[in-house]
Antibody, heavy 118, light 112 residues
Framework: EVQLVESGGGFVQPGSSLKVSCVAS????????IHWFRQAPENGIEWLAY????????LYAETVKGRFTISRDNAKHTVDMQLSSLRSEDTAMYFC???????????WGQGTLVTVSS | DIVMTQGALPNPVPSGQSASITCQSS???????????LNWYLQRPGQSPQFLIY???TRASGVSDRFSGSGSGTDFTLKISSVEAEDVGIYYC?????????FGSGTKLEIK
């Protein structure tokens, strides 16, 4: 069974940093591109970043470029995203998802909540 | 960025009736390969999004045939025939033609 499990969320102050992680199981992890999304309370879904299978390519949304960094460890089946210079508007549930061949996202984690507040 | 705009539903929808959700994109999602890169998802309360439709009209694995997608390059419709209680949630369209990937703001479905 394909599973994606996020962790690392928490309550942090503006300007601080946090790392959220996504651990995968049930599939050949090194063969799939992984993306991060977020969803602010009562809001829609925002794409944040992706990392390709061998970490040679990553892309970010403009809203997080330069502040967030995505990375993966194929040996540990994990994708991390380092969140820096956090702002109140970064408060959201953060989800990782497995891309299905440039088509869509059939598998999502349950999310990890990041709250940025003073 | 491609802007995705979704329409509202006349909630609540009576159980057993059909419901159609609309979505418009600010740019044609028709790729030169002939496929239209428009996806639909359902997010039930408290859950992660569920993949429903890709390439505008192809149902994802395990999705009920009560769900069907149609449209053109910029105007799309998700039809749910005979809505059931388990269909309650927020429906999102999403384009996968180019980055940044973008979603519509969501359409809420309530059942009577």
């Amino acid at each position: 069974e394909v599973q994606l499990v996020e962790s690392g969320g928490g309550f942090v102050q503006p300007g601080s940093s946090l790392k959220v992680s996504c651990v995968a199981s049930g599939f050949t992890f090194s063969s799939f591109v992984i993306h991060w999304f977020r969803q602010a309370p009562e809001n829609g879904i925002e794409w944040l970043a992706y990392i390709n299978t061998d970490s040679s390519s990553a892309l970010y949304a403009e809203t997080v470029k330069g502040r967030f960094t995505i990375s993966r460890d194929n040996a540990k089946h994990t994708v991390d995203m380092q969140l820096s210079s956090l702002r109140s508007e970064d408060t959201a549930m953060y989800f990782c998802a497995r891309e299905t061949g440039g088509v869509g996202f059939a598998y999502w984690g349950q999310g990890t909540l990041v709250t940025v507040s003073s | 960025d491609i802007v995705m705009t979704q329409g509202a539903l006349p909630n609540p929808v009576p159980s057993g009736q059909s419901a159609s959700i609309t979505c418009q994109s600010s740019k044609s999602l028709l790729h030169r390969n002939g496929k239209t890169y428009l996806n639909w998802y359902l997010q039930r309360p408290g859950q992660s999004p569920q993949f429903l439709i890709y390439w505008m009209s192809t149902r994802a694995s395990g999705v009920s045939d009560r769900f069907s997608g149609s449209g053109s390059g910029t105007d799309f419709t998700l039809k749910i025939s005979s809505v059931e209680a388990e269909d309650v949630g927020i429906y999102y369209c999403q384009q996968f033609l180019e980055y940044p990937l973008t979603f519509g703001s969501g359409t809420k479905l309530e059942i009577k």
